[in-house]
């Protein structure tokens, strides 16, 4: 019988504050949370990570090994999407001094992209292989970072960020995978990986010091991470798209309320078929961590 490990420490950074770290996992699959630091999903080589890199340098990290991977932003010595190696295909998105900057890259049959950009200092990727794969990125002001790649069929992927600096990375390998990421200003990070057939992850963050991460391996699984504690979320993208989306199916919560969202963390793995995760956050100084085994 396998052991399962769930753990939890307190950091003491030397400005005084306490920051709480949790942690649960088997062998090699595990999730971790840090508040005000870093959320991470690993499944064997594979993870979602959203990472505080620091002043204005959030990270989002989305890696299926070998496979596909959307990363915004990380030291990549180029800005590009597309065939990144031999073994795989990855969006990625790179610091940048100055200017706005944007590449679409698609293979396939009846796939649809769009990005809108307006502001300062942004960035966009979009990587599409297949057929009928759908993805949308808008950001707004300063500096946001977005990265979408999707491998297979049917795919559906939404990013909308509005505001200060902002990172968002989405990676799909599969068919009928959804993958929506909203956020609304200040220091944010989100990342979905999603594996297989007929996944949906939702992440809504609003103003503060968020992270967030997402990783779903197998079939029908459904996740949900809040933070800002409601039940919604919506943001109109600047063609005038408006992205709304509530409690995925198969997920319920009773008396959630938005409110306030600051140091906040969150992480979520789900491997195997039709589970279920709903992560809703509001307040200070929070993390949270799920981890569901269904082989």
């Known amino acids: 019988m ?24 088997v062998g090699g699959d595990s999730s971790s949370s840090t508040s005000n630091d870093n959320a991470r999903g690993d499944v064997a080589g594979d993870y979602a990570a959203a990472i505080d890199g620091g002043t204005l340098d959030e990270q989002a990290d989305a890696h299926a090994a070998g496979v596909a991977r959307a990363v915004a932003p990380i030291d990549f010595p180029a800005f590009e999407a597309g065939a990144a190696t031999a073994g795989g295909f990855q969006a990625q998105v790179d610091d940048m001094t100055t200017g706005n900057s944007n590449v679409q890259f698609q293979v396939g049959n009846n796939n649809q992209a769009a990005n809108v950009q307006q502001g300062t200092v942004q960035a966009s990727a979009t990587l599409q292989v297949g057929n009928d794969n759908g993805a949308l990125i808008s950001q707004i002001n300063n500096e946001n970072r977005a990265a979408i790649t999707q491998l297979g069929d049917g795919n559906l992927s939404t990013i909308i960020q509005d505001g200060v600096q902002n990172s968002a990375a989405a990676a799909q390998v599969g068919s009928d995978n959804v993958s929506a990421i909203l956020q ?79 140091v906040n963390a969150a992480a979520s793995v789900q491997i195997g078929n039709d589970n279920a995760s709903a992560i809703i956050q509001q307040g200070d100084g929070n993390e949270a961590v799920n981890f569901q085994l269904n082989p």
Not at 2 to 14: G, M, R, V, Y
């Open 2 to 25: 396998e052991k399962l490990l769930l753990a939890s420490t307190a950091l003491i950074f030397s400005a005084g504050m306490a920051f709480a770290q949790t942690s649960t996992g």
């Open 184 to 262: 609304n200003g200040n220091h944010n990070a989100a990342a979905t990986l999603q594996m297989g057939i007929g996944n949906t992850a939702v992440t809504f963050q609003n103003n503060g010091d968020n992270m967030a991460a997402q990783l779903q391996s197998g079939d029908d699984n459904t996740s949900l991470i809040s933070q800002g504690g409601g039940d919604s979320g919506s943001l109109a993208a600047l063609d005038g798209t408006l992205a709304a989306y509530g409690l995925p199916a198969g997920i319920g919560t009773i008396g959630a309320i938005a409110g306030a969202a600051s």
